[in-house]
């Protein structure tokens, strides 16, 4: 580890600022999925179903590689692990170039689930750092601040993607439809090499950051030793924690809903022929950031963390039922309002479920992140509910047809947050009362 002092590696101030850094990191790579979806779809000729798979490739990593993360940051260190995460997500962002010069969808995952896996080593490393280095009642505002790096940089990366991506494409797909095959393979070949540089500049700034944060100060995270006593009883098990693994189950359904909030709606606005629907990933993420900005006033002042993520878990519920119960632009912003439902979701599972482990700390950090991969499962369910329902609809010649299906398609949404309820009101409690 390079020469720091003292004081630079104890400075919380300069601390947060490095990890809400990475956070923004995480926020810009993982949201432009909004507009890879479409894109793909485009380029790929993929149904519905098969363009989620981009945001399963990318979240299906952090189930694969959370336990194999928290062994390589135990044997290297968290700045190692933090380095090696960004090279990783280098790597992945050059696999765009040989995906895109061979058209090939398996090659374009491929580099989404590298990026993904240099994501889970961050991820690992940042979220347990920024829950215990201050108090565990206002860990939701600490990491609030952090979810408004995630999602400003992911606004701003799915207008960026948005513009490269798909500037004029309800007008391209148009022409490939009179095209011939000759004339189709030609213009597809060319959208492809569209995403070639912003991923080599990318790949750049990554494997920049990825040298510089070997030289910045942070402190060591020390795991707690003591062993947990809950009542009479001493915790010798990771399984003995059923808020915990409760806690894994909400986290796996609020990121397959917040997939789906971000990502389907880009393709939701396009299938309703509406204007800059490329933008409309940027709308959710702008709700989440000024939910988040409350959160950090409110939360632990005026709001317990437990009481934010019942309101969210309510609010969610609600707005789902708008999005089945209305048509066209309406629909669409109450699918960008789920970004208020989701907001404060995550900000506020991770201390309750990480409250109490002691020595299991790490592991069930680890274990939450596995929780990630709800967005790799969920959003695919969408797809394939929205095919189905697209099929039957065009089977009796219903106009706008896909539209209809994409939007009938949202009810998957409800079970999530009903879990979400669960652990807010209860589940968040269970093995931690004292007998």
């Known amino acids: 580890?390079?020469?720091?002092?003292?004081?630079?590696?104890?400075?919380?101030?300069?601390?947060?600022?490095?990890?809400?850094?990475?956070?923004?990191?995480?926020?810009?790579?993982?949201?432009?999925?909004?507009?890879?979806?479409?894109?793909?779809?485009?380029?790929?000729?993929?149904?519905?179903?098969?363009?989620?798979?981009?945001?399963?490739?990318?979240?299906?990593?952090?189930?694969?590689?959370?336990?194999?993360?928290?062994?390589?940051?135990?044997?290297?260190?968290?700045?190692?692990?933090?380095?090696?995460?960004?090279?990783?997500?280098?790597?992945?962002?050059?696999?765009?170039?040989?995906?895109?010069?061979?058209?090939?969808?398996?090659?374009?995952?491929?580099?989404?689930?590298?990026?993904?896996?240099?994501m889970t080593l961050l991820q690992t490393a940042v979220n347990p750092y920024v829950t215990i280095m201050g108090p565990i009642e206002s860990a939701a505002s600490r990491i609030s601040i952090m979810g408004i790096c995630n999602k400003a940089a992911g606004a701003l990366g799915s207008l960026i993607f948005g513009a490269l991506l798909l500037d004029g494409i309800e007008s391209k797909m148009d022409l490939l439809s009179v095209a011939n095959e000759q004339e189709q393979q030609s213009m597809l070949n060319e959208m492809a090499g569209s995403v070639v540089m912003p991923y080599i500049l990318m790949a750049v700034i990554l494997l920049v950051l990825a040298i510089l944060i070997r030289f910045v100060p942070l402190p060591d995270i020390d795991e707690p030793g003591e062993d947990v006593v809950v009542g009479e009883t001493t915790k010798t098990s990771i399984f003995q924690f059923p808020h915990l693994w409760l806690g894994v189950l909400t986290l796996f359904v609020y990121v397959g809903a917040e997939v789906i909030a971000g990502d389907s709606i880009i393709k939701y606005g396009i299938t309703l022929g509406l204007d800059n629907a490329k933008f409309f990933t940027s709308f959710t993420l702008g709700a989440m950031i000024l939910t988040y900005l409350l959160?950090?006033?409110?939360?632990?002042?005026?709001?317990?963390?437990?009481?934010?993520?019942?309101?969210?878990?309510?609010?969610?519920?609600?707005?789902?039922?708008?999005?089945?119960?209305?048509?066209?632009?309406?629909?669409?912003?109450?699918?960008?309002?789920?970004?208020?439902?989701?907001?404060?979701?995550?900000?506020?599972?991770?201390?309750?479920?990480?409250?109490?482990?002691?020595?299991?700390?790490?592991?069930?950090?680890?274990?939450?992140?596995?929780?990630?991969?709800?967005?790799?499962?969920?959003?695919?369910?969408?797809?394939?509910?929205?095919?189905?329902?697209?099929?039957?609809?065009?089977?009796?010649?219903?106009?706008?047809?896909?539209?209809?299906?994409?939007r009938g398609a949202y009810w998957i949404l409800i079970p999530c947050y009903v879990v979400i309820l669960y652990f807010a009101v209860w589940g968040h409690k269970l093995g931690l009362e004292k007998k």
């Open 295 to 406: 959160g950090v006033v409110l939360i632990p002042k005026f709001l317990s963390q437990g009481t934010a993520l019942k309101l969210s878990a309510i609010l969610g519920i609600l707005l789902s039922i708008g999005i089945l119960m209305t048509e066209g632009f309406t629909s669409v912003l109450f699918v960008a309002a789920l970004g208020i439902a989701n907001a404060l979701v995550w900000p506020a599972v991770w201390p309750l479920a990480i409250d109490g482990l002691g020595k299991f700390t790490k592991t069930g950090s680890a274990l939450l992140i596995m929780g990630i991969s709800g967005g790799a499962i969920i959003p695919p369910l969408y797809g394939k509910i929205e095919d189905l329902n697209n099929d039957e609809l065009m089977r009796q010649g219903v106009e706008q047809a896909e539209s209809i299906a994409a």
């Open 1 to 118: 580890m390079p020469n720091t002092s003292q004081s630079d590696a104890n400075n919380p101030t300069l601390s947060i600022v490095i990890i809400g850094g990475l956070f923004a990191i995480f926020g810009f790579i993982t949201w432009v999925n909004g507009a890879l979806i479409p894109f793909m779809k485009s380029i790929c000729e993929l149904t519905s179903a098969e363009s989620f798979l981009v945001a399963s490739a990318s979240y299906i990593s952090f189930s694969v590689m959370a336990l194999p993360s928290a062994a390589i940051l135990k044997k290297i260190g968290y700045k190692k692990g933090m380095s090696l995460g960004l090279l990783l997500m280098t790597l992945g962002a050059l696999v765009f170039i040989p995906a895109a010069s061979s058209r090939t969808y398996f090659v374009f995952l491929t580099g989404i689930f590298i990026q993904g896996a240099g």
